[in-house]
T-cell receptor, first 116, second 110 residues
Framework: NAGVMQNPRHLVRRRGQEARLRCSPM?????VYWYRQLPEEGLKFMVY????????ESGMPKERFSAEFPKEGPSILRIQQVVRGDSAAYFC??????????????FGPGTRLTVL | GQQLNQSPQSMFIQEGEDVSMNCTSS?????WLWYKQDPGEGPVLLIA?????ELTSNGRLTAQFGITRKDSFLNISASIPSDVGIYFC??????????FGPGTSLSVIP
């Protein structure tokens, strides 16, 4: 069973460009979470999605950031008009549907975004 | 907002020594998690705890969910070089975001 997949692993953008980060959850998982990690820090929650629904976006910046998890295909985190402060590692996690003991989140390898 | 504190911030130990690290929270959780992160990789789940007072082992790792539901500890016995990395504690409510601590960096001296 393949783990959570993210691509690209590394992404370089110039200020003002758009960044698109993709996440394919583990097979059978219907919940996707995005986190951001700055150097020397822990991961910070951004957004929680189920198929075609945003459940909690309380950690997402109000402007320039958006996320989707369509019925078919991967989840996408989109950052428009990137700025240097967006440089970070972005991690996706997925969890299966089910009871309280089965909602453990499994993380992908991350996308390292560098804004020049 | 919810905050987790981890101690110590970093540790340097000799190979073969036991390690103990703690995590405290300003809020209660119904799940405590311990993750390890290697450089350039995502966090890997080590142990999940679902009940207050629960003590769970995974090989050389042992973790406990504090009875107040506001703390947890992780012990590593007989450390080896591959234990090097950053250890994150995390708290979670069911089907909710994971709140991560700032991490404990572990270095093992052969």
């Amino acid at each position: 069973n393949a783990g959570v997949m993210q691509n690209p692993r590394h992404l370089v953008r110039r200020r003002g460009q758009e960044a698109r980060l993709r996440c394919s959850p583990m097979k059978g998982h219907s919940h996707v979470y995005w986190y951001r990690q700055l150097p020397e820090e822990g991961l910070k929650f951004m957004v929680y999605l189920q198929k075609e629904n945003i459940i909690d976006e309380s950690g997402m910046p109000k402007e320039r950031f958006s996320a989707e998890f369509p019925k078919e295909g991967p989840s996408i985190l989109r950052i428009q008009q990137v700025v240097r402060g967006d440089s970070a590692a972005y991690f996706c996690a997925s969890s299966p549907p089910g009871g309280p003991v089965t909602d453990t989140q499994y993380f992908g390898p991350g996308t390292r975004l560098t804004v020049l | 907002g919810q905050q987790l504190n981890q101690s110590p911030q970093s540790m340097f130990i000799q190979e073969g020594e036991d390690v103990s690290m703690n995590c405290t929270s300003s809020s209660i959780f119904n799940t405590w998690l311990w993750y390890k992160q290697d450089p350039g990789e995502g966090p890997v789940l080590l142990i999940a705890l679902y009940k207050a007072g629960e003590l769970t082992s995974n090989g050389r790792l042992t973790a406990q969910f504090g009875i107040t539901r506001k703390d947890s500890f992780l012990n590593i016995s007989a450390s080896i070089p591959s234990d090097v990395g950053i250890y994150f504690c995390a708290g979670q409510w069911t089907y909710d975001k994971v709140i991560f601590g700032p991490g404990t960096s572990l270095s093992v001296i052969p």
